[in-house]
């Protein structure tokens, strides 16, 4: 089962005082709009559901690996008829997620990964507010994938679960590479997790893939599992 980590595309917003003397927009007010080059670009950002899975609201996203990435990209959102989408959308043929279709994906996040206001005033859901990056900002991120796989003949489900977290202020980078292609982060002489997308560490990893043969905890941070050490 190929190792998956999904990002989330933006929008939403309007009023509320928040922190630090910021005035925000909040989703309920219907001022901000999904951005210039998404599918429903010039559209106001809602609660609830969107077509594509998005709760931004709640937090959260439950839909397909392909829909996660469609909207962002100009596609509509998929709905499960490969001719019939095909037929009217042949571009999605050849984009990278389309394999992954069938991939049905749970997302949550905190507030540091992507808000649910907008507080810095450029029309957007704010991403690590208040710091420079994400580095620091105590954002974290969770996946819960799963795919259909064959096993003798049979269909069988595969899943992973993945816990990512934003890398502390005084984490270091260093080797070895990781399961996810990139190095190792280090916190305190202790490995934090598997480094991913540069400023993350997936801090735990639990794959069941019958096809394969996996089983269970493939990684678990020697500084926690969960999330609380993290935050600024």
Same mark, same amino acid.
């Given at each position: 089962?190929?190792?998956?980590?999904?990002?989330? *595309?933006?929008?939403?917003?309007?009023? *509320?005082?928040?922190?630090?003397?910021?005035?925000?927009?909040?989703?309920?007010?219907?001022?901000?709009?999904?951005?210039? $080059?998404?599918?429903?670009?010039?559209?106001?950002?809602?609660?609830?559901?969107?077509?594509?899975?998005?709760?931004?609201?709640?937090?959260?996203?439950?839909?397909?690996?392909?829909?996660?990435?469609?909207?962002?990209?100009?596609?509509?959102?998929?709905?499960?008829?490969?001719? !019939?989408?095909?037929?009217?959308?042949? !571009?999605?043929?050849?984009?990278? !997620?389309?394999?992954?279709?069938?991939? +049905?994906?749970?997302?949550?996040?905190?507030?540091?990964?992507?808000?649910?206001? +907008?507080?810095?005033? +450029? $029309?957007?859901?704010?991403?690590?507010?208040?710091?420079?990056?994400?580095? $620091?900002?105590?954002?974290?991120?969770?996946?819960?994938?799963?795919?259909? *796989?064959?096993?003798?003949?049979?269909?069988?489900?595969?899943?992973?679960?993945?816990?990512?977290?934003?890398?502390?202020?005084?984490?270091?980078? !260093?080797?070895?590479?990781?399961?996810? $292609?990139?190095?190792? *982060?280090?916190?305190?002489?202790?490995?934090?997790?598997?480094?991913?997308?540069?400023?993350?560490?997936?801090?735990?990893?639990?794959?069941?893939?019958?096809?394969?043969? +996996?089983?269970?905890?493939?990684?678990?941070?020697?500084?926690?599992?969960?999330?609380?050490?993290?935050?600024?």
């Amino acid at each position: 089962m190929k190792k998956l980590a999904l990002v989330a *595309v933006l929008i939403a917003v309007c009023s *509320v005082a928040a922190s630090a003397g910021n005035v925000c927009t909040t989703i309920q007010s219907g001022l901000l709009l999904y951005q210039p $080059g998404h599918y429903l670009a010039g559209q106001p950002i809602t609660t609830g559901v969107n077509p594509y899975g998005y709760n931004y609201q709640a937090h959260a996203y439950n839909g397909g690996y392909f829909n996660a990435y469609a909207g962002g990209d100009g596609l509509p959102p998929y709905n499960g008829d490969d001719a !019939a989408y095909l037929a009217v959308t042949p !571009a999605a043929a050849s984009h990278w !997620a389309w394999p992954y279709r069938n991939v +049905d994906v749970a997302m949550k996040w905190n507030d540091a990964w992507i808000s649910n206001r +907008d507080c810095d005033g +450029d $029309g957007k859901l704010d991403r690590h507010f208040g710091f420079a990056t994400y580095t $620091g900002s105590g954002a974290w991120l969770t996946n819960h994938n799963s795919s259909p *796989v064959t096993v003798g003949g049979n269909e069988q489900h595969a899943s992973e679960f993945i816990k990512i977290v934003a890398n502390p202020v005084n984490s270091y980078i !260093a080797a070895p590479v990781s399961y996810f $292609g990139e190095d190792t *982060v280090y916190l305190n002489g202790k490995v934090l997790g598997d480094q991913i997308w540069g400023e993350f560490a997936v801090i735990q990893y639990v794959l069941n893939d019958p096809s394969t043969g +996996d089983h269970g905890l493939r990684l678990k941070s020697q500084i926690a599992a969960g999330f609380g050490k993290f935050q600024p």
